[in-house]
């Protein structure tokens, strides 16, 4: 057991579209949802629209982890959104500090490329997902991995 629940949450928020993962910890879907960004997609309601859908694809609080991965330049601690050509308005964005209290869970940052990266290395170990989920599996494993060393940290 991991000292954690026991599943974990992807997000990938694209220009226009968001997707919603719920995976157990070994990587498999258990629950998904799709939606439009409004435009502009600035990030207080995007932080609003995250907080309602994260707990429409969680109701029963299954997952206390929130990877998400966004198109930006992410401070090292995965906190903030430093800058972001992708997503006007998205500069020095603190989206982990505004949902944590929103979802009592803990929430990490993740450039998409690197989601994508890591997600992909997970398709191509024999996980059963479709590729359209890479970058939602990636963040989600790798807040479960990051949070789980922290965990372990002295």
């Known amino acids: 057991m991991n000292g954690f629940r026991s599943?974990?949450?992807g997000?990938?928020?694209?220009?226009?579209?968001?997707?919603i993962c719920r995976f157990n910890p070994q990587g498999n879907l258990c629950f998904s949802v799709c939606f439009d960004l409004p435009q502009p997609a600035m990030p207080g309601l995007v932080t609003v629209l995250l907080g309602e859908q994260i707990e429409f694809?969680?109701?029963k609080a299954k997952a206390?982890?929130?990877?998400?991965?966004?198109?930006?330049?992410?401070d090292p601690q995965g906190r903030i959104s430093q800058s972001c050509t992708d997503l006007p308005g998205w500069t020095d964005v603190t989206l982990s500090d505004w949902l944590e209290p929103r979802l009592s869970r803990k929430v990490t940052l993740i450039n998409s490329?690197?989601?994508a990266r890591f997600g992909i290395s997970h398709y191509s170990s024999g996980n059963c997902i479709d590729?359209?989920?890479?970058?939602?599996?990636?963040?989600?494993l790798l807040a479960q991995k990051k949070f789980n060393l922290l965990k372990n940290s002295p």
């Open 11 to 19: 997000v990938d928020i694209r220009p226009n579209v968001t997707r």
């Open 7 to 9: 599943q974990i949450i």
């Open 113 to 115: 490329a690197k989601c």
């Open 64 to 74: 206390d982890i929130v990877g998400i991965s966004l198109p930006c330049q992410i």
């Open 57 to 59: 694809v969680d109701p």
């Open 131 to 140: 590729k359209c989920y890479c970058r939602t599996l990636g963040a989600a």
